[in-house]
């Protein structure tokens, strides 16, 4: 089995979303010319603005993001994780935040709507409320691919383990959390939950994140990290926008899995 280069594009998203999908096509064709076949956006690549603006700049499905993702990845010729981008959802004033996978026909092969919303309050660093303005999703998404079968997730999900055990029973061997991590909490959790996940599920988790600021002020954490299923960090990026390389290889993948085969030890999940 030959192994695969995959890419995680790290970005600063702003409320321009013409600008935002213009820097996302070079950054996604900077991992490209590198002989990435699987690259992966940041949440909310495509339009980051004030809680009240959200409604207005969702966008449906297909529409000007998705269009746009599904063009990059045919012209390129790559599999390729839509980070997420804000998506209309019936409820009046509320988003879904969805991550879309595009295969190198340019087809959608996946759609995953985020579960988890960030609904926090810690006085004096962080306070969130997604709920007020994005839409649960409800499903569990997995699709298969040439480098293997990915599961999609965004950013809070990742302190949900039961989801992940879920994507890696359905088949997951690369684990995709397009983040917008804060500075505060990543600093503390971001890399422990990164490996935690690759190792549970013995499965390579990319993790790309956004390196700017928020529209709430908080800082972002940046560095987006590519983890093997042995819960070795294979790339790490710093504080500003960049790409990162790592190499997906099948056969340490199977070998992880074959020489401790967790999955079938866990007999509480049955």
């Known amino acids: ?31 490209a010319e590198r002989g990435a076949e699987l690259i992966a956006l940041p949440e909310v690549f495509a339009w ?23 063009r990059l990845a045919a012209d390129l010729k790559i599999v390729l994780v839509g980070g997420s981008f804000l998506e209309r959802a019936p409820d009046a004033g509320k988003s879904y935040n969805t991550s879309l996978l595009i295969g190198p026909d340019g087809a959608i092969r996946g759609r995953y709507r985020k579960i988890h919303l960030f609904d926090i309050d ?4 962080v306070s969130v409320r997604e709920s007020e303005t994005r839409a649960h999703g409800r499903d569990v998404v997995t699709a298969p691919t040439t480098l293997g079968t990915v599961g999609l997730s965004v950013c809070y999900d990742l302190r949900f383990p039961e989801l992940y055990r879920r994507l890696a029973a359905a088949g997951a061997t690369i684990l995709a959390v397009p ?16 490996r935690a996940r690759a190792i549970e599920n013995q499965a390579y988790v990319i993790a790309p994140n956004q390196a700017g600021k928020s529209p709430h002020g908080f800082p972002d954490y940046g560095h987006s990290m590519i983890v093997d299923p042995w819960g070795t960090v294979l790339a790490r990026a710093g504080a500003g926008e960049q790409v990162i ?26």
């Open 245 to 270: 390389l790592a190499e997906l290889d099948p056969e340490h993948l199977a070998r992880v899995r074959r020489e401790m085969p967790c999955q079938l030890h866990a007999v509480l999940a049955r």
């Open 122 to 125: 810690v006085p004096g660093e």
């Open 179 to 194: 983040s917008a991590f804060t500075f505060y909490t990543g600093a503390a959790h971001w890399e422990p939950l990164l």
């Open 48 to 70: 980051r603005g004030p809680r009240t603006d959200e409604a207005a700049a969702a966008s449906p499905i297909p529409g000007r993001v998705s269009e746009f993702l599904c």
């Open 1 to 31: 089995m030959s192994s695969h280069l995959i890419a995680a594009v790290q970005m600063r998203t702003g409320a321009d979303l013409e600008a935002n999908l213009a820097r996302a096509r070079v950054l996604v064709e900077r991992a």
